[in-house]
């Protein structure tokens, strides 16, 4: 398959196929409404009523792309569990024991997997007597002091008409990557992130916490930034982290054929309910679909459906309320519906680029593994002429918000515009090398305390920082040995002291109580 050539400005090249493509396939309304009825879902950070109260189970991105230090490979990312706060301890972020998370793989374009890679989880405590995550400094996957432990495995399934024809375990009890608790528990994350690499059966992969790749301005909701554009600009989920799966594979294992390069991939995941039986709570293929395209009465509904199913709410992407709200509130036009071009990027792909031969429309991702990774890539991605980012696939890089709500505006079927979140990259760099993500960030991301008065961004020295988790009601009496046993020993007297006057208190006030 040949990519697309930059003519002109990117977009005016990618305009023009995408509607030569929806001329040529026929991708008329009733064409596509001619799918079989069923429910369809799918999911992002907080984007549905039920999912949003069980962020464990939430999947918020998935990622798909030719791996650009290895362009024989295909690496796939999702993502779950969003805006885990570094420091949200004493339960850190563990992926529970009643879920099953898929990333399925359709080679044919019929909208059903061929291929799904599946991730189960088991966890381990080896003290129940703390309440503690780690016991002491964690130096190794395998250290004694890290208290609770999580292992996975990786099942590939290969099915026909949607019915499992055979199981192969490629990954078995490998160690996932802990959170990262802080500077004093874990002070070389890195080498734990870097012990947490594995090779699989045919691949590479990593488990565990990664900074949330996703960058955006999620103000959005608040009358599209603010209603006239003043809340733009911050990076809303700087600072957090998710769960991640990431796995490296051959693309020919996950293809068709050299002829019919282009997979489908989406990301689901199951929960196991009080019958025992598994039950879908999460879908994600592109991004921001169920947050801003589905409305609220149908978010739960497409969580719970399958790809083939999605005829169901094609009338959410011809007719999306984002380019109504566009046109009340900013006064841009909305282009003529139904939109066609909509349907291309979400649905079907793009022809000449990554529509498969006889698509059945469906959401997920499309990517055409045959063509290579760009040597400097844009974040606008085809968008602006660069044919190896989304929505060809999604890379860790690629301003999805920026591209979706320029589409949804209308820039492919003539109504320029260069709409965006003014927030064009992650606030972390992402790795040259599997996995890419970058790694996560510290429960303590300030200076440490009491480190020769070292001064944090607040102003406050380290000292000054120590004296207020001690109360600071007294002089810091360090004996010469260097050690604080002077303040444990005044902040216990002080502890008794109180505890002695309100039990006399409490007595005089009974004593008082019984005389009247």
Known sequence: MTAIARTGTGRRGFA??????????????????????????????????????????????????????????TTLVANWIPFEEPAGGPNFYLFPEDAQYDIHVDSDGD???????????????????????NTDKVTSLDDPDLNITQTYDIDLLKLD?????????????????????????????????????????????????????????LRVFD???GGDKSEVGRDTLKGYNVNTVA?????????????????????????????????????????LVNEVVVPLRDKDRFNASAPWNDADFLTYVQRPELAKLLEKIYGIKAAD???KDLVSVFLTGVKGLNQPPDVRPAEALRLNTSVKPAAAPKRLGVLDGDNAGFPNGRRLTDDVVDIELQAVAGELV???????????????????????????????????????GQDGKDGASGSSARDAVVGGSFERATPSGGTDDAVLIGSAAAGTTGVLLVGIGLLWWRRRGRAT
Not at 45 to 55: D, N, V
Not at 196 to 205: D, I, M
Not at 248 to 271: C, D, M
């Open 16 to 73: 023009a196929l995408v509607c030569g493509a929806l001329a040529a396939g026929g991708l008329t309304a009733a064409g596509v409404s001619a799918l079989d009825p069923g429910a369809a879902q799918a999911s992002s950070h907080r984007e549905a009523p039920l999912i949003s109260g069980q962020p464990q189970y939430d999947n918020t991105d998935v990622y798909a792309f030719v791996s650009p230090d290895k362009p024989d490979t």
């Open 111 to 133: 909208a059903q997997g061929d291929l799904v890679y599946r991730w189960t989880f088991d966890t381990k405590v080896k003290n129940k007597d703390t309440f503690l995550y």
């Open 161 to 217: 008409d949607q019915k499992v024809v055979s199981t192969k375990k490629i990954a078995d009890d490998l160690p996932v990557a802990p959170s990262n608790v802080g500077k004093a528990s874990m002070p070389h994350y890195k080498k734990l992130r870097d012990q947490a690499v594995k090779q699989v059966a045919g691949g590479t992969s990593y488990v565990g916490q990664a900074d949330d790749p996703f960058f955006l301005d």
């Open 223 to 225: 009358l599209l930034y």
């Open 247 to 287: 796995l490296q594979v051959p693309s020919a294992e996950i293809r068709r054929s050299e002829k019919q390069p282009t997979v489908g991939i989406w990301s689901t995941t199951q929960r196991k309910n009080a019958k025992g039986d598994w039950t879908q709570v999460s879908r994600l293929g592109n991004p």
């Open 337 to 339: 519906e139904p939109r």
């Open 414 to 452: 003539g109504n320029k515009n260069d709409l965006g979140d003014a927030v064009n990259a992650n606030d972390q760099a992402f790795g040259e090398t599997f996995p890419y993500l970058a790694l996560p960030a510290s429960g303590s991301r300030g200076p440490l305390a009491g480190k020769g």
